[in-house]
């Protein structure tokens, strides 16, 4: 067993390990660890050195109108701006040329809650089909004309946050005039299209207060989502009320966890790109590796090893992490 610099509580440890024998049950050990290529991120145990193969466009620069007190937009400033179809289409062939083989293209929302990527389907599709990329979007709330528009487009994944509480879409997001079930409907509205739908859900995002998670989870089990994202809520990101609060405990973010693994058992369960730094972002790791995820973005040192270390065949991968339903299908 690998050493770690924290005493792994085995009471926890032992619940955990239900959502592990639930993920080997379903897509045996291996298990995916990604570095897309919007940084560079290296520990001891996790390097990949090749180029990047997989970037994030913003097609709204670094401005968001929604302007939520979750991210204030910040998490759109390490994303390439490309704010109009030529300017996406002028980017893409400059990464196709430096070997880039996949984009997410996303942006600010508007006050409704919609990331405006209409003007670019056309666009993303000729990118599909002429320089022979993949193409994910990261998107907010969605209705059939827009879902007709990605379904036109070719999309290979869409992504999209999902709320649970009617409180948070209207303190945290701003957005009084929606509600969960505006959320509910996306996520039909795409999967009756027959689009590859891959959630996030953001653990904490009331404020550091678990409220509304297991709802949002519950309502997503429904969809039998060909991948989920869970992240921890990052308060240094947002305005000036989050900064001042702690994020939810290790054992309040894998609780979560453990539930998404058993309402999800057939679907890749992975653990995104944001969550807090430092000590408490090992164990979170650590204990998801036990609670049953399929993988992990930008690993904590210790994990790939740690994952070894109990038998599971780890695999490294410079994609973006939503990519996962891909690699289980033989498809990546």
Known sequence: MVELDFDIDEKLAEKLREGLDIRIKNFGKKVYFHSPGFKHYEVEDFSIKTPPRFVDISITGRNCELMCDHCASKILWHMIPATTPDDLWKVCNQLKEQGVEGILVSGGSNKDGVVELQPFF????????????????????????????????????????????????????????????????????????????????????????????????????????????????????????????????????????????????????????????????????????????????????????????IGLDPVLSPSCCSTVFMFEAGVM
């Open 122 to 309: 056309e666009t993303m599709k000729a990118v599909k089909r002429d320089l022979g990329m993949l193409v994910t979007c990261h998107v907010g709330l969605v209705d059939e004309d827009f879902v007709q528009g990605l379904k036109d487009a070719e999309v290979d994944a869409v992504l999209l946050d999902i709320m649970g509480d009617n409180d948070t879409i209207s303190e945290v997001y701003k957005m009084p005039h929606k509600s969960v079930e505006d959320y509910d409907n996306s996520l039909r509205l795409l999967k009756e299209a027959g689009l590859k739908i891959v959630p996030h859900v953001i653990i904490g995002l009331h404020y550091g207060k678990i409220k509304g998670e297991y709802y949002a989870l519950d309502m997503i089990a429904k969809y039998n989502p060909d991948a989920l994202v869970l992240v921890v809520v990052m308060p240094y990101y947002g305005k000036a009320k989050f900064q001042l609060l702690p994020p939810p405990s290790v054992e309040e973010s894998v609780d979560v966890v453990l539930h998404a693994r058993k309402a999800m058992p057939t679907s890749p369960i992975m653990i995104g790109c944001a969550r807090p730094a430092g000590a408490e972002r090992v164990k979170l790791d650590i204990y998801s590796v036990l609670a049953g995820v399929n993988g992990i973005a930008f690993p904590a040192e210790g994990v790939v090893t740690y994952s070894k270390s």
